[in-house]
């Protein structure tokens, strides 16, 4: 995005193998790809706003990066699946109840939550002075945005 920048680094050979690296690929974060990290992010960002072809003349346009719409959707579409995965990753052990994530820190004083927003259980003296539905006048629920108030222990 600076411009042209021209990188030298060792490559290596295998004449049996018939391989070649470069370590400093690994370490520059390019090994295995076409595309630094900086330029995937940006193509990421201009990918996710618009077709293909509009982020393709963005990149031309703001960067002088030249990629067709295809090279553009295919490399948006790698790190989707890259980052789906890392998520899947770093959720399996707390689905398989392995880790336990750690709950906020300061522990919150009261924490809400609903049943269904259309009629929440409350206690009396959440529902004092509410009309209520039931034949008696009282209410046992508030409907809405209404949450039942619950302390850390009370269960849920």
Request: aromatic fraction near 4%.
């Amino acid at each position: 995005m600076l411009g042209p920048v021209t990188l030298t680094r060792a490559w290596y050979h295998c004449a049996a193998r018939g391989h070649g690296f470069a370590p400093r690929d690994a370490e520059l974060g390019v090994a295995g790809t076409s595309m630094s990290p900086g330029l995937t992010a940006v193509n990421d960002r201009a990918a996710a706003a618009g077709p293909f072809a509009k982020a393709a003349g963005l990149l031309q346009d703001l960067a002088g990066i030249r990629l067709t719409a295809k090279r553009v959707e295919r490399a948006a579409e790698a790190s989707g699946a890259a980052q789906a995965a890392a998520v899947r990753g770093r959720a399996a052990p707390i689905i398989d109840q392995k880790v336990v994530p750690l709950p906020p820190s300061p522990l919150p004083d009261k924490l809400y939550g609903a049943i269904d927003g259309t009629g929440v259980p409350m206690t009396a003296r959440e529902t004092a002075g509410r009309e209520g539905k039931g034949e008696d006048g009282r209410a046992r629920t508030r409907g809405g945005q209404a949450r039942r108030l619950l302390h850390p222990g009370q269960g849920g």
